[in-house]
Each structure stands twice: as C-alpha cells, then as structure tokens.
C-alpha cells in the first residue's frame, strides 16, 4: 500500500511539472494544450475539417471563416466553436463560442470574458483548493467504505456458501420427506379403504332401517286411506264421486257454506270421481293435510300482530259450525296451507336425516355424527390419525420445496462481483419526509406510509440492476400498486458510496415515480486508475 501510494504521488509530481511546461506553448486563445499543435504559427491555417485553407491571420479575426468554425476558437464570431477554458489550478473546461464575451464568467480564470468589461476574476486556486479537499474527502471516505466493503463482501461469500450447503441438505431431506409422505399415503389408503367397509357396512344397516321404517310408515298410510276411503264411499260402489266429497263441508275452501264442484275436484286430482288406486296416489295426498289440521295434529304458525285476519283458532272455530251429521272433519285453511304442511315435513326429513361420513381425506365430524358401536369408531379414528400424518408429512414437503425454491432465487440473484450487497438481502431502511415514511428493503421491495397512519402502499418490487456506465450505481423496483387513474408505481434507488446502510432522501420527480438516494459501504470502491485521473484534472 505504501508502494502505491509513492507511486501516485511520483505520477502526480510528473504530471504537473509536464502541465507547467506544456501550458507555456504558444497557441491562440480558446485552444486546448492537446491541440495547441494544430494551430502552429505559419502563413496559413488548415481548418480541422480539412476543407479550406486560410491565412493563418485570419484566425480569431472575429470572422468566421470555416466552416467547422476551427478558425475561431477565441471568439464568438462562429456559432459552433468551441472555446478552451484553461482554468489553471483548477479543472479545464469547454464551452460553447457563444458566450465567450457574453458578460457572464463561464471559466474560473476570466478567460471568456477578456473583452467584454464584466469584471470577472480569476479564482480558479480557491476553487481548486476547494475541490481537492473535497477529494481528499472523498477519498478518506472511499478509503473507509472500502474496508468495510470488504468486509460486507465477506459476509456475503460466507451466506453465499452457507446457502449453498442448506440447499444440498435439504435436496437430501427433500427425497427423505418425499419417501415418508408416500409411505403415509399408503398408509391413509389403506385406512380409508377399511373405514369406507366399516362405514359402507353401517349404511347398509341404517338404509334398511330407513326402508322398513319407509314401509311401515307407507303401510300406515294406506291403512289410514283405506279407512278414509271407505267413510267417504257413500254407496260403496269403490268409486269416490264428486258429490260424496261436496257431502263434506270440511272441504268448504271458500267456507261460504258450501262445497263447490269445483272445490271438491281439487280434492278428486281434478277429475269426476277416482277409484281406490287414483285416492290413494292423487287425492289423498291433498286430503291429509286437510284432516290433519281439523284433527289437531298439525297447527300452522300463528301470526302475531294481526288484527284483521282471523287466527288459525278462530278459522277453525268459524267451521266448525258448519259440521253437517258428525262425521265430517273440519276445513283447513286453504291451499296454502297444504302446501306448508307439505313443506313442513319436507323440512322435519330433512332435518332427521342421518349424516353419514363419506371416508374421504377428511377427518369425520364426531359432532354431526350419530354414535358409531366401537369397533366402527375405532376403524375411523385409526382413518383419522392416517389421515393427520399424511397431511402432517405433504405440508413437511410443500415447506422443503418452498425453503429450496426461496435458496435457489438468493443463489441466483446478482449480488455484486464479490457479493458484497448479499448481507443487505432481508434488511430494510426507513426515510421520513413530512408526509410518508419511505422503506426500502433490497431485492424485495419499496414502499410508502402516511405518518399518520394508514395502511402501506408499495412503489415497486426487485427487478434489476439498473446503472449506465456502473450496472451496480442503480437499482430498479416495478410493477407497485397503480396509481388512481394512472400507471403503476415504480422506484428507481441511487447507490452511492457511504460508511453505513441509509436511505438519505426520497423524492417523486415524476407522477408516480419514485427517486430514493440510498449510501452503502458496499458501493464504495477504490482505483488507483480514477484516483490518479482525478489527481491530474484536478492540477
């Protein structure tokens, strides 16, 4: 290290001395030392673009003789030349021939302005002396960020080898995990195959209980039919007639005290009479109900607050002085009741039917189910805890797939040339303006918050390195929530050299772009190339 730095030092002290004989060449003013060979005195003057030849007094003759404007290089005669600002003790500059004696001091050494009375000074030595301290500055600073840089760069090589390692474990555990989960597979099968038996063994039993208890309950019916079959049956033809209905005023629909034709066909299914098949099957399903109400076994809801219909007991009271002989039963309420004492039992099925467990890979709930003898519970709890391992073993699977595939995107990720932005993969930093706090956490995301709460809006997330001439002097985030009635957010993040990990500003040069300046050791980097560059255009 002491070596280099003797040598820039010695490189330094050459180049300056080679400044100071070099700035002594005679040359017209507004040329550049590099150039100052082609406007060697003579009698004539080529014009850099080697399309015309002139005397050479014709040069900053304030005329503009070429074309290319080379004749002019200390005037503002031709409007695209080029004037060379010295700037001695400082940087040189060009600029364009337009403003040379423009009233404005564009050079630190008033060259530009030799003839125009603006009164500029030369203070290209303060200036200089400014910058390089600012260099030196810089270079102090680059210098310490480099240390650390390589410090980061080794922690990154280690995560790097570290993740390496995990990944070739768990390819490993991935084949173990993958052998046990079809081994708990089988297992399940296995399991569920005996439970399906077991529980196919006891559906079997409770659908056979279910069609005796069908039977019996169908045997009731008809029994129940029959006998009111053989009431209505006046004249025991085996024929129900139109007027051996209209005989019963408990089918008085409209209760206007009568049975209409048209009232006892709705209890006929429509037709004239019906023999014992067509009563069984059409008209006494709607009969029923009817006969039910009036007996008491069945009783609609009663509707409460209500002051101008008359309530069930009321209706019922109301037909029942219009019983004929005695043996009549009462009306019902109309065809609407029917069809609720219908949906009413549909409902009460619905509501005892048996759920039975259908064996699938779902463990059976106990609470919905009815008591099982104990070798059947015995058979799904077994399917059960089969059941638990094998989901236990496909979610152990899914996490070791996920941990490979989240390794695999970090190994693949450009973390620099000696991965020295690899330790700030999983950390983030915060800036606060007035309005939002800002959160950059990179390779993942960027984001916004309002200070006073709210919830977080993201700006972008990790796509690339994104510099110019130093791909790792930029970083781009994309795709982030889209704006109202605008594009997505995006963020573009500044990498500049500094002693710590810190978001230094944030701004919004565009409508829903996003500028963040962020400083980290890892962009510092030392050259002995660029140093010595800046050393000679400094001098």
Same mark, same amino acid.
């Given at each position: 290290?002491?070596?280099? !730095?003797?040598?820039?030092?010695?490189?330094? +002290?050459?180049?300056?001395?080679?400044?100071?004989?070099?700035?002594?060449?005679? !040359?017209? !003013?507004?040329?550049?030392?590099?150039?100052?060979?082609?406007?060697?005195?003579?009698?004539?003057?080529?014009?850099?673009?080697?399309?015309?030849?002139?005397?050479?007094?014709?040069?900053?003759?304030?005329?503009?003789?070429?074309?290319?404007?080379?004749?002019?290089?200390?005037?503002?005669?031709?409007?695209?030349?080029?004037?060379?600002?010295?700037?001695?003790?400082?940087?040189?500059?060009?600029?364009?021939?337009?403003?040379?004696?423009?009233? +404005?001091?564009?050079?630190?050494?008033?060259?530009?302005?030799?003839?125009?009375?603006?009164?500029? +000074?030369?203070?290209?030595?303060?200036?200089?002396?400014?910058?390089?301290?600012?260099?030196?500055?810089?270079?102090?600073?680059?210098?310490?960020?480099?240390?650390?840089?390589?410090?980061?760069?080794? /922690?990154?090589?280690?995560?790097?080898?570290?993740?390496?390692?995990?990944?070739?474990?768990?390819?490993?555990?991935?084949?173990?995990?993958?052998?046990?989960?079809? &081994?708990?597979?089988?297992?399940?099968?296995? #399991?569920?195959?005996?439970?399906?038996?077991?529980?196919?063994?006891?559906?079997?039993?409770?659908?056979?209980?279910?069609?005796?208890?069908?039977?019996?309950?169908?045997?009731?019916?008809?029994?129940?039919?029959?006998?009111?079959?053989?009431?209505?049956?006046?004249?025991?033809?085996?024929?129900?007639?139109?007027?051996?209905?209209?005989?019963? +005023?408990?089918?008085?629909?409209?209760?206007?005290?009568?049975?209409?034709?048209?009232?006892?066909?709705?209890?006929?299914?429509?037709?004239?009479?019906?023999?014992?098949?067509?009563?069984?099957?059409?008209?006494? $399903?709607?009969?029923?109900?009817?006969?039910?109400?009036?007996?008491?076994?069945?009783?609609?809801?009663?509707?409460?607050?209500?002051?101008?219909?008359?309530?069930?007991?009321?209706?019922?009271?109301?037909?029942?002085?219009?019983?004929?002989?005695?043996?009549?039963?009462?009306?019902?309420?109309?065809?609407?009741? &029917?069809?609720?004492?219908?949906?009413?039992?549909?409902?009460?099925?619905?509501?005892?039917?048996?759920?039975?467990?259908?064996? &699938?890979?779902?463990?059976?709930?106990?609470?919905?189910?009815?008591?099982?003898?104990?070798?059947?519970?015995?058979?799904?709890?077994? #399917?059960?805890?089969? !059941?638990?391992?094998?989901?236990?073993?496909?979610?152990?699977?899914?996490?070791?797939?996920?941990?490979?595939?989240?390794?695999?995107?970090?190994? &693949?990720?450009?973390?620099?040339?000696?991965?020295?932005?690899?330790?700030?993969?999983?950390?983030?930093?915060?800036?606060?303006?007035?309005?939002?706090?800002?959160?950059?956490? $990179?390779?993942?995301?960027?984001?916004?918050?309002?200070?006073?709460?709210?919830?977080?809006? /993201?700006?972008?997330?990790?796509?690339?390195?994104?510099?110019?001439?130093?791909?790792?002097?930029?970083?781009?985030?994309?795709?982030?929530?889209?704006?109202?009635?605008?594009?997505?957010?995006?963020?573009?993040?500044?990498?500049?050299?500094?002693?710590?990990?810190?978001?230094?500003?944030?701004?919004?040069?565009?409508?829903?772009?996003?500028?963040?300046?962020?400083?980290? $050791? #890892?962009?510092?980097?030392?050259?002995?190339?660029?140093?010595?560059?800046?050393?000679?255009?400094?001098?």
């Amino acid at each position: 290290m002491l070596y280099v !730095r003797e040598s820039l030092f010695s490189l330094i +002290i050459f180049f300056s001395c080679s400044i100071l004989v070099l700035s002594e060449i005679p !040359r017209p !003013r507004g040329v550049s030392i590099s150039k100052a060979n082609l406007y060697a005195p003579g009698e004539s003057f080529l014009c850099l673009d080697g399309l015309k030849k002139i005397k050479y007094t014709q040069v900053n003759d304030d005329f503009c003789d070429c074309a290319d404007g080379s004749d002019e290089p200390g005037t503002s005669a031709c409007p695209t030349g080029t004037f060379h600002c010295t700037n001695a003790g400082h940087r040189p500059k060009n600029i364009p021939s337009s403003r040379v004696n423009d009233g +404005i001091c564009d050079c630190c050494d008033a060259s530009d302005e030799y003839d125009s009375g603006a009164g500029c +000074i030369n203070n290209c030595n303060e200036l200089g002396r400014e910058e390089r301290q600012r260099e030196k500055t810089r270079q102090e600073l680059v210098k310490k960020g480099s240390g650390l840089k390589v410090e980061l760069s080794n /922690r990154g090589k280690v995560l790097k080898a570290e993740r390496a390692g995990r990944l070739a474990e768990l390819e490993q555990r991935k084949a173990e995990v993958e052998r046990i989960k079809q &081994e708990k597979e089988e297992i399940k099968k296995e #399991a569920e195959d005996i439970e399906n038996q077991a529980l196919q063994i006891y559906r079997d039993a409770k659908d056979k209980e279910k069609e005796q208890q069908r039977q019996e309950e169908s045997e009731k019916t008809k029994a129940e039919a029959q006998e009111t079959f053989i009431k209505f049956d006046s004249n025991q033809d085996g024929i129900i007639e139109i007027n051996e209905i209209r005989t019963r +005023i408990t089918f008085d629909k409209d209760r206007n005290g009568e049975v209409s034709i048209e009232e006892a066909k709705f209890f006929l299914d429509d037709k004239d009479q019906v023999d014992w098949d067509q009563f069984l099957n059409f008209a006494w $399903p709607r009969i029923k109900p009817f006969m039910m109400l009036d007996s008491g076994l069945f009783q609609p809801p009663i509707i409460e607050k209500e002051t101008e219909k008359p309530t069930t007991n009321e209706k019922h009271e109301e037909l029942t002085e219009h019983e004929d002989d005695g043996e009549g039963v009462s009306d019902s309420e109309s065809e609407d009741d &029917e069809r609720h004492v219908d949906e009413e039992g549909d409902e009460g099925e619905e509501e005892h039917e048996d759920v039975e467990p259908t064996g &699938e890979a779902e463990e059976v709930d106990h609470g919905n189910q009815p008591d099982y003898d104990p070798e059947t519970q015995q058979v799904i709890e077994l #399917a059960n805890a089969a !059941r638990n391992d094998f989901n236990e073993a496909d979610r152990t699977v899914r996490e070791v797939e996920t941990e490979i595939r989240k390794i695999k995107e970090m190994l &693949e990720k450009d973390y620099g040339t000696d991965e020295e932005y690899a330790p700030l993969e999983g950390e983030c930093f915060e800036y606060e303006d007035r309005e939002y706090v800002y959160k950059l956490c $990179p390779f993942d995301r960027a984001s916004q918050q309002p200070r006073s709460g709210g919830s977080e809006t /993201r700006l972008g997330s990790w796509e690339r390195w994104s510099g110019t001439d130093n791909k790792y002097s930029q970083m781009l985030f994309s795709n982030g929530a889209s704006c109202w009635n605008g594009p997505q957010r995006s963020a573009v993040i500044e990498v500049h050299c500094g002693l710590e990990n810190l978001v230094t500003s944030v701004t919004e040069p565009n409508r829903c772009e996003y500028h963040f300046v962020f400083q980290t $050791p #890892a962009a510092c980097q030392a050259s002995s190339e660029s140093d010595l560059k800046d050393a000679h255009d400094e001098l």
